[in-house]
């Protein structure tokens, strides 16, 4: 393939529509068409913002929040009616440093690496890289599904994301199925880079720092971890294991405890979040 007719889905859901519209303004010139999936309303005059790019943004979904897998699912679909070569997928707070989008499409067309199901950027949380290497790629177990460009032959020879685990985990999973289904690699480009922020960093009693997430979240969190971890076990990493358990667990009781809001709801959500999980329950719950 010498060309990239390249798509891109945001999913957006209770956005603070100004930074949203400058995250996308970093990427909406290098890519042909720009999905906005409403997993919350967006009133007419909040998109006025992108009034110049209208050519290029069709919004999809209704404002019902259906999950992020299903939402991308939508995206998917709509590349591969309108013959779209590539899928772009990225979360509302995400974005590209100038230039970076561009360089990482030269990338996913120049490297002749034909077992590749999906071409990720190297996520930079608050100033960390994901990654640190000097190689020019790396093959790795798995990435997150914002800054990833997709082969839409992909989705329609091994299938989409897994719309019953509804948020959380989605992009483990679709990694770890490419692999052990279908023999094909998660590759990283360590040299591109996508600003994105993971959690709600909250400071609570005692100088202690929380992700904070809500009930829901946390409910998702919890069960969809727990279920990645029983269906690969051996692709699932250790350190994914040690974070479920240390933090997303044992640490979390202790500072919903300490210092968070909503005590029950949250540990409520931990405890039926394990208890899915270890019986095997996806799809919507509302905790």
């Known amino acids: 393939m010498t060309e990239m007719k390249l798509a891109a889905i945001v999913v957006w859901f209770k956005p603070d529509v100004q930074s949203v519209a400058a995250n996308i303004l970093s990427y909406i010139n290098d890519v042909d068409k720009l999905l906005i999936y409403q997993n919350s309303d967006i009133g007419p005059d909040e998109i006025q913002i992108l009034d110049a790019y209208q050519h290029k943004i069709e919004l999809l979904g209704d404002g019902r929040n259906i999950g992020i897998a299903a939402a991308l699912n939508a995206g998917a679909n709509w590349a591969m009616i309108h013959n779209y070569s590539h899928l772009l997928t990225l979360d509302q707070d995400s974005y590209f440093p100038d230039g970076h989008l561009c360089r990482f499409k030269s990338l996913v067309l120049g490297m002749n690496l034909p077992n590749a199901g999906i071409f990720c950027a190297n996520p930079d949380n608050r100033g960390k890289l994901t990654f640190i290497s000097q190689e020019p790629y790396l093959d790795v177990p798995d990435s997150i599904t914002s800054g990833s460009i997709f082969p839409t032959k992909v989705f329609e020879s091994c299938g989409l994301f897994e719309a019953a685990l509804f948020i959380d985990a989605v992009d483990y999973e679709y990694c770890y199925r490419l692999k052990s289904r279908y023999g094909l690699s998660t590759i990283v480009f360590p040299d591109i880079v996508l600003k994105h922020e993971v959690g709600y960093p909250t400071k609570i009693n005692l100088g202690l720092t929380t992700d904070n997430y809500t009930a829901f979240r946390t409910y998702f969190i919890i069960r969809n971890h727990i279920t990645i971890w029983k269906r690969y076990p051996k692709l699932f990493q ?50």
């Open 238 to 287: 250790p350190a994914y294991k040690k974070t479920l358990i240390k933090i997303h667990i044992t640490y979390r009781l202790a500072k919903i405890v300490i210092g968070e809001e909503n005590k029950i709801s949250k540990i409520r959500a931990i405890v039926i979040g394990m208890f899915h999980g270890f019986s095997g329950r996806t799809g919507y719950y509302k905790i």
